[in-house]
C-alpha cells in the first residue's frame, strides 16, 4: 500500500504521521543541493545570457550522505535515468520490519537545457560554416551540371539519350555494367572538384568542434511532487514508500492490501520507529 494510507485506524495515523515528517525533511534536506545560481551561457544566435542551474552532483552527494546514515536498510545505490532532455536522479531502499516490508523512494526530476559556452569561438566557427555552405553551394551547383552533361553524353553514346526515365531506370536495373559506367564517369567529374570535398571535411570538423563546446543547464523546481506528476513529467522533488504484508519470506510473497485495524500497536509502533529514523537520517544527511 502505498503511503499515506487512507485509513483512519491508530496504524494508519501513526504512519502517515511519520511519512509527513519524511516528506518535510526530504524537501528541506535536499534544497540546498538543488539551490539555483546564475551562469553565462550562449545562445544559438550568439547571444550571451545569464540562466538559472544547479549542479545534479550536490544531488548524488545528498543521496550518498542519505544512504549512509540509513543503518539496517537494503540500498540500490543511486541511480539516473534520461529521456530526451527530461533527467532523474534518485535511490532506492527496502527494509523489513517484523512482518512487514517498506520499501522508499527519494528523487529529484528535472530538464537538461543544451546551450553553448560563453565562448567567441562558438561565433567564428558559425560564421566559418556559413561561409562554406555558401562556397560549397556554388561549387556544387557546377560540378551537378557537368555531371548531367557527362551523363547525358554517355547516354547519347550508347543510343539512350531519348528514353523515358522509367524505361531508363529498369534498363539500368537490369544492366549492372551500364549502372557501373555510369557511376564511374559521376566519380570521374566529381574528381575534378577536390575543393567541394575539402570543405565537407572542414565542415566536419567545424561542427565537431562546435558540438564540443555545447554545455547542459539544469532546471528544477523546489517543491515536492507526487508519484503521479513525476511520471508526468514534472520538475521537483518527489518521496515515496510502500509497506506491504510479508506472508513467506522464503518465497519473498508478499501482500500489499492487508487489514490496518487489526495490527498490534506494537507492530505500528515499530514501522513508525523505523520511518522516523529515515526522517532523522534526512536531517543528518544535510548537515553531515
Known sequence: MR??????????SQV????????????ESVKPAIEMRKASAMLGDGTVTQADTFDPQNVQNFYQRLENQLEGWMK?????????????????????VGKYYISGYFGVQFHALPYYKADRRVVEIQKELAKIAEGATTIFSDMTGKVDKALHDELARRGFADMEFQELFTKMF?????AGDLDRKAKAV???????????????????????????LYQTAPAGIDYNRLMQGEEGVCTYFDIELI???KTSKREAVFETKKIPQDDADRVTAELEAVADALRKARKA
Do not use: V, W
Open 190 to 216: 566529381e574528381g575534378q572538384f577536390p575543393e567541394f570535398q575539402d570543405m565537407g571535411e572542414k565542415k566536419n570538423r567545424l561542427f565537431a568542434e562546435l558540438n564540443d563546446l555545447m554545455i547542459e
Open 174 to 178: 537490369e544492366d549492372e555494367a551500364l
Open 76 to 96: 540500490t545505490g543511486i541511480s539516473r535515468s534520461n529521456t530526451d532532455d527530461l533527467h532523474r536522479l534518485f535511490c532506492q531502499f527496502n527494509k523489513d
Open 16 to 27: 502517515n504521521a511519520a511519512f509527513e515528517k519524511i516528506q518535510q525533511g526530504y524537501l
Open 247 to 249: 506472508k513467506n519470506r
Open 3 to 12: 503511503i499515506p494510507l487512507k485509513g483512519s485506524d491508530h496504524f494508519c
